[in-house]
């Protein structure tokens, strides 16, 4: 059984940078598998923010791209979401999840439980 735990702050101050950590247990985050970031705006849909995969490429939503950094540290089994100059609008459950990628198709296996984070003054 995989198992994926957010963890980071749940207020952020706007123009700062919020940073979440996601902790796997069960499999190792240099697998085949995109280890994605993805986020729900208090009543809107799931957006996919980006993932890493094992050669430790990463991929954003181009929306984001610009404020998004993904890392990873393979000796904690950990890979890390920063999102900089955040606003209110970054509200948001942030998940981490396991994804399996196809030619046409992706299906995410495996979620966090997901961490509320708040950007307010």
């Known amino acids: 059984q995989v198992q994926l735990q957010e963890s980071g702050p749940g207020l952020v101050k706007p123009s700062q940078t919020l940073s979440l950590t996601c902790t796997v247990a069960?499999?190792?985050?240099?697998?085949?598998?995109?280890w994605s970031w993805i986020r729900q705006s208090p009543g809107k849909g799931l957006e996919w923010m980006g993932a890493i995969v094992a050669t430790g490429s990463t991929y954003s939503r181009p929306s984001l791209k610009s404020r998004t950094s993904i890392s990873r540290d393979t000796s904690k089994n950990q890979f890390t979401l920063q999102l900089s100059s955040v606003t209110p609008e970054d509200t948001a459950v942030y998940y981490c999840?396991?994804?399996?990628?196809?030619?046409?198709?992706?299906?995410?296996?495996?979620w966090g439980q997901g961490t509320q984070v708040t950007v307010s003054s």
């Open positions: 069960g499999d190792s985050i240099t697998t085949h598998y995109y």
């Open positions: 999840a396991r994804a399996i990628v196809g030619s046409s198709w992706y299906e995410y296996d495996f």
